[in-house]
C-alpha cells in the first residue's frame, strides 16, 4: 500500500529530467528523486510545490514539509548560492505554512546570467530512493502545474 504525492512545478518553464540537471549531485538524485525546470528568459515567480511548512528558506532554495511530514525541496538554479541573495526576492518566511502553488520568491535572474549560471531548478523528495518519481509533464509546464508524482512507500 501506498499513496501518492504530487509535487507541482515550482516555476514556469521548460521540464528537465534530472538525470540532464547540469549538477552532479542532483542528477545524480543523491539528494533525492524528481525533475527540474528550466524558467523561460526574465523574471519569474517560484511557488510552492506542495502544501505544507517552509522549515529551510534560502534566497536561493527552501524547503517545504508536507502534513505527511516529507521534505520537497526547491533549488532555483546551479551555484546561484554564490550569489549572495542578490536577485531573489523571498516573499514568504521560514515557519510560514504555505498553499500549493503559493508563492514564496520572486527571482531576478541577470545576475545568475551574468555569472554563468544555469537557471535549470531541481525540485526533488528529500531523501527519496533515485527513479521514484515519475514526471507528469513534459516540454513547457507552468508553475503550480503538476510536474511529477511520488509514490510514498507505507
Do not use: C, N
Not at 512545478?9 to 529530467?17: D, E, F, N, Q, T
Not at 528529500?126 to 503550480?144: I, N
Request: net charge negative; glycine share 12%.
Amino acid at each position: 500500500m501506498s499513496s501518492e504525492l504530487v509535487v507541482l512545478a515550482p516555476l514556469s518553464g521548460r521540464v528537465v529530467p534530472l538525470s540532464e540537471v547540469p549538477d552532479p549531485v542532483f542528477s545524480g538524485q543523491m539528494v533525492g528523486s524528481g525533475a527540474g525546470v528550466e524558467p523561460e528568459p526574465g523574471e519569474f515567480d517560484v511557488v510552492s510545490p506542495v502544501a505544507g511548512k517552509i522549515v529551510k528558506l534560502l534566497p536561493h532554495a527552501f524547503v517545504v514539509v508536507d502534513p505527511s511530514g516529507r521534505g520537497i525541496l526547491t533549488h532555483v538554479g546551479i551555484d546561484t548560492v554564490k550569489l549572495g541573495g542578490e536577485g531573489f526576492t523571498l516573499l514568504a518566511a521560514k515557519g510560514d505554512e504555505v498553499e500549493a502553488g503559493g508563492l514564496v520568491m520572486r527571482v531576478d535572474p541577470a545576475a545568475a546570467l551574468r555569472a554563468g549560471y544555469s537557471l535549470v531548478s531541481p525540485v526533488v523528495v528529500l531523501d527519496s530512493k533515485a527513479d521514484t518519481a515519475s514526471l507528469l509533464a513534459e516540454g513547457q509546464v507552468a508553475a503550480g502545474a503538476e510536474l511529477f508524482s511520488w509514490a510514498r512507500p507505507e
